[in-house]
């Protein structure tokens, strides 16, 4: 008998997915930790956060800057989540949670001076396409950073590809292809020490 595959973590829904983003808010912050060694913030950037789950990340970058750090999900679990987290800032017209896929967002081009991905990557769709959506929202010189828990060589990948439904894992030469391909004209890898942390930062 065959398992059936987890789809929390593709698309969090219902109360289990409230629970889901309980758990990555708290498994994800060794690699948001390390994400944000990297990732150079201006102090007037716009920011959007994609994949943004259960806000974290948004809450973290409304510290570094002085402008606007969006979210956008596909998940109607993360968007709630996202804005419970966030609520003083939406309230003080700092923030939006826009509900979207990320192969076609609602965002005029050359919006934003950064935008991250979390550990989401992992589940776009045609990701050539997708990163080519990303650069269109990205100003001249701005950056993309895409963080993730496995470079591509981590000994469980075989496991979670197996058990998580819709998930493809990336190397860092892989993404770095992509992303050149996408429009992007520098790419930079960091890999974290005895670990397989990988942060990739791109720049337009």
Not at 2 to 17: L, R, Y
Not at 164 to 179: D, F, Q, W
Request: hydrophobic share 35%.
């Amino acid at each position: 008998m065959v398992a059936e595959k987890i789809t929390q973590c593709m698309k969090p829904h219902g109360k289990e997915g409230v629970e889901t983003i309980e758990n990555m808010n708290k498994n994800h912050e060794p690699i948001s930790e390390f994400a944000f060694e990297y990732v150079d913030v201006g102090k007037n950037d716009m920011i959007l956060d994609i994949g943004c789950g259960g806000g974290v990340n948004i809450e973290k970058f409304l510290k570094l800057t002085a402008n606007n750090v969006d979210g956008l999900d596909y998940s109607d679990v993360s968007v709630k989540e996202s804005i419970k987290r966030n609520q003083i800032a939406i309230d003080d017209k700092k923030c939006r949670i826009i509900q979207a896929d990320v192969s076609d967002m609602p965002i005029d081009d050359e919006t934003y001076d950064l935008v991250s991905a979390f550990e989401t990557i992992y589940f776009w769709p045609d990701i050539a396409n997708t990163f080519r959506e990303v650069s269109r929202i990205i100003k001249p010189n701005g950056q993309f950073m895409i963080a993730q828990g496995t470079d591509g060589n981590h000994p469980d990948d075989e496991k979670w590809l197996n058990s998580v439904e819709g998930m493809t894992v990336y190397t860092a030469s892989e993404l770095e292809k992509y992303l050149l391909d996408a429009g992007f004209v520098s790419v930079e890898s960091y890999k974290k020490e005895n670990d397989y942390i990988l942060i990739v930062i791109a720049k337009k």
